[in-house]
């Protein structure tokens, strides 16, 4: 009766740090990796002991991070505590068009980018369960000096009052449920009418009018109408 338009769809995944959104981007990937694919950014900031180059992000120096600048390589890109972090445009065009939905797991001022971009992508912020939560997550991270901690902490604060530029939030207090109602959230997206493109009817009025008069043959059911 309808026929939706086929191309994935570009989801935008903000949060504060400290939110635990990479598990909740983890779960999305795990519940549909084969029509989901997460674009792995580059960074000039330094690797740490959990990073997989390649795969959590591509690490590059701050020269070769602006020589890409240059060359246009970027969706979008921004700098962000020292650092910079940027999408590479090359495989989205081709994976939305194969119908498989992108994920950018990036901060606020690329999303707001992207916004101006792509204003149908679906935008969502996943939100810590408190703030003090939030803090405890990143102390027990291990990672960052304490003055990264603290720096992170200032931004991820400063960032919970970005929310309202988003299509929707998930509070992130137990890591199944935020999973679902993400999933929840992509799939609304995907029953939206504007993806129509066309909308048909399969069987002819005319049709349906004789088989309403035929009373008989209306009701059996093998009828295949
Ligand atoms: P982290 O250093 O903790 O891995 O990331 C710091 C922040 O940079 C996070 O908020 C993350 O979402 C964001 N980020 C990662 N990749 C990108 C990117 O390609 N573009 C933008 N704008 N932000 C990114």
Redesign the pocket.
């Known amino acids: 009766m309808i026929k939706q338009n086929s191309r994935g769809t570009l989801i935008v995944i ?2 504060p ?1 400290g939110s635990g ?1 990479g598990s909740v981007i983890e779960g999305l990937l795990k519940n549909d990796s084969k029509n989901r694919w997460l674009s792995v ?3 000039s ?1 330094p690797i740490r002991e959990n990073d997989i180059p390649g795969k ?2 591509n690490f590059v120096t701050k020269e070769e991070f602006e020589k890409k600048i240059e060359e246009g390589y970027f969706l ?3 700098k ?2 020292g ?1 910079y ?3 590479p445009k090359e495989f989205i065009g081709d994976k939305l068009k194969a119908g498989i939905d992108v994920i ?4 606020i ?3 707001n ?1 992207i916004k101006k971009l792509v204003p149908e992508a679906l935008f969502i912020f996943i939100m810590p369960p408190s703030i003090k939560e939030m803090a405890k997550r990143l102390r027990n991270r291990g990672t960052d000096s304490k003055e990264k901690i603290l720096e992170r902490f200032h931004t991820a604060y400063k960032e919970i009052n970005e929310v309202t530029k988003y299509n929707y939030v998930v509070v992130n207090d137990i890591l199944e449920n935020a999973i679902a109602k993400v999933e929840a959230i992509i799939t609304s997206e995907k029953c939206r009418v504007d993806r129509i493109e066309e909308v048909f009817l399969d069987t002819k009025e005319e049709e349906i009018h004789e088989l309403l008069i035929d009373d008989k043959e209306f009701i059996n059911e093998d009828i295949n109408i």
């Open positions: 903000s949060a740090s959104k950014s580059t960074t900031r959590t992000y979008e890109y921004t962000y505590a650092n972090y940027g999408t950018l797991e990036i901060e001022e690329g999303a980018n």
